[in-house]
């Protein structure tokens, strides 16, 4: 495209970059590789995880899964009580290994990181009397929320809510306002309270 404004002169993608063969993969083969990537990135993962991520229909989700399934790619598995699907060649992980345990970790996610974008839709429904900047990862899973009105400017944090179920190690509340304080600095956002308490 031009840069003079109002020259919106389309190009073909294949005049532009001819290195790339953009037929070499049908459209379907093209998404089952999506797909796929994004499986072995997760490990495990289930249709409603895959559907959040790339924001293709259930119908199409379905179909796509249907086809890594018909070509071996992936196998249909259950962890820790939960159906869902592990790449063929990462079934090692789970016969051998087995996947490592939680860790004493804590990082705070933006609402359009990888992993959130997997559990977008499970996050909207547990979440849904909040108001999320952001999600805190604890010791490998989601289990709370960073919450305030997001602006353009300057803006604080009302709450850092940890689920009640959450396992805090002792130290980790002081990791996670740490965690969030390095986001929203002073003076221009302030932590106000930590699972409803003022600080």
């Not at 974008?117 to 990862?137: H, I, N």
């Given at each position: 495209q031009p840069d003079a404004f109002g020259e919106q002169v389309w190009q073909t993608y294949e005049s532009e970059w001819p290195q790339f063969n953009i037929h070499r993969y049908s459209r379907q083969e093209a998404r089952m590789k999506v797909v796929l990537g994004f499986m072995r990135n997760m490990v495990f993962s289930d249709e409603a995880m895959v559907g959040d991520w790339t924001r293709l229909k259930k119908s199409e989700t379905g179909e796509i899964i249907a086809g890594l399934l018909d070509a071996g790619r992936i196998t249909g598995c259950s962890l820790e009580g939960a159906n869902g699907y592990i790449a063929t060649e990462d079934i090692c992980l789970l016969d051998s290994r087995g996947l490592p345990g939680p860790r004493h970790s804590v990082h705070i996610l933006h609402k359009a990181d990888y992993l959130t974008?997997?559990?977008?839709?499970?996050?909207?429904?547990?979440?849904?009397?909040?108001?999320?900047?952001?999600?805190?990862?604890l010791n490998g899973e989601i289990s709370g929320a960073v919450e305030g009105h997001w602006r353009i400017g300057p803006h604080d944090v009302e709450n850092i809510s940890i689920d009640p179920d959450a396992v805090l190690y002792e130290g980790q509340a002081d990791e996670i306002m740490e965690a969030v304080k390095a986001i929203y600095k002073k003076p221009y956002s302030n932590v106000l309270r930590f699972n409803g308490n003022l600080i």
């Open positions: 974008r997997a559990f977008e839709s499970r996050l909207k429904s547990r979440y849904s009397d909040k108001e999320v900047l952001q999600y805190v990862l």
